[in-house]
């Protein structure tokens, strides 16, 4: 067995040092050059390992070209989610599958980006940029409060909400975010597709691209998540994306309301 040791320092300087290299040499291109000459997979593995999976550097390394993309996602945003959640990806993985539901680029961004909302978006709310979240916590007994009775055998992460105070009109905002596990086999699917639920038709997951459905359009929001997120009754909305990604709104109650209620 193979063990380097690196300092933290030289690491970080040896990958800024290839990207900026293979940026300007590359050509993206199935036959790109920087597949021969550089460092093989086992020490780039070491050398994050060592980084402690460091999502900005991941995606700076991503950027240098293709082969480096793939490893990326193939290789590095994996380890970065079994880090950074481990408890969940063993879930996850836990029915035989190698992989998650829209790869594990997008799982990975899913952990730690709140995509916020823009003006004529998919929530009708001001605008709120999108933003890296230190820590978040992601829940599967919170999931079962996202989904009706006859789905909740169905496995469902969600995180705490992302708490966005005095938005104006909008009051106190709460973004949520979230992953089913398996969702091409889940009751929801199943459920939304029996429904003919339609698809938003401009809005695209922020996490992977794939198509959305409006689980409030297709009246499948259970009266429990408003409990659970600490939210007032009509005004929660989340959408589900063809690999199972949530990403939600929903507008607080005050603190004290929301400490009355806990104790009824």
């Not at 933290?8 to 291109?29: D, F, N, P």
């Not at 909302?117 to 992601?138: A, E």
């Not at 909008?170 to 429904?195: C, E, M, P, Q, Y």
Request: hydrophobic share 40%.
């Amino acid at each position: 067995m193979l063990v380097v040791s690196l300092p933290l320092s030289w690491s970080r300087i040896w990958v800024r040092k290839m990207i900026l290299t293979k940026q300007y040499r590359c050509v993206h291109s199935p036959s790109c050059a920087c597949t021969k000459g550089h460092l093989s997979e086992e020490i780039i593995f070491l050398v994050f390992n060592h980084l402690n999976w460091n999502p900005k550097l991941i995606a700076a390394l991503s950027c240098a070209c293709k082969w480096f993309d793939d490893l990326a996602k193939r290789v590095l945003w994996k380890e970065f989610c079994k880090t950074r959640a481990p408890k969940m990806m063993l879930d996850m993985q836990s029915s035989g599958s190698h992989s998650v539901d829209g790869n594990w680029r997008a799982l990975g961004k899913l952990l730690i980006y709140c995509s916020g909302s823009r003006k004529d978006g998919l929530f009708s709310s001001s605008h709120i940029p999108g933003h890296f979240v230190y820590r978040t916590r992601f829940s599967r007994t919170s999931g079962k409060s996202f989904l009706l009775p006859q789905c909740r055998t169905d496995v469902l992460y969600v995180s705490d909400p992302c708490e966005h105070l005095d938005q104006g009109d909008d009051g106190d905002v709460g973004f949520f975010r979230g992953i089913f596990k398996s969702f091409a086999t889940s009751k929801v699917r199943k459920l939304l597709i029996n429904r003919s639920a339609p698809l938003h038709p401009t809005e695209i997951c922020p996490y992977c691209k794939a198509k959305l459905w409006n689980m409030l359009a297709a009246k499948m929001i259970p009266s429990s998540a408003s409990c659970r997120l600490g939210a007032y009754d009509d005004c929660i909305e989340y959408y589900v994306c063809l690999n199972g990604h949530v990403l939600g709104i929903s507008t607080l109650l005050p603190l004290s309301d929301t400490d009355e209620a806990s104790e009824e």
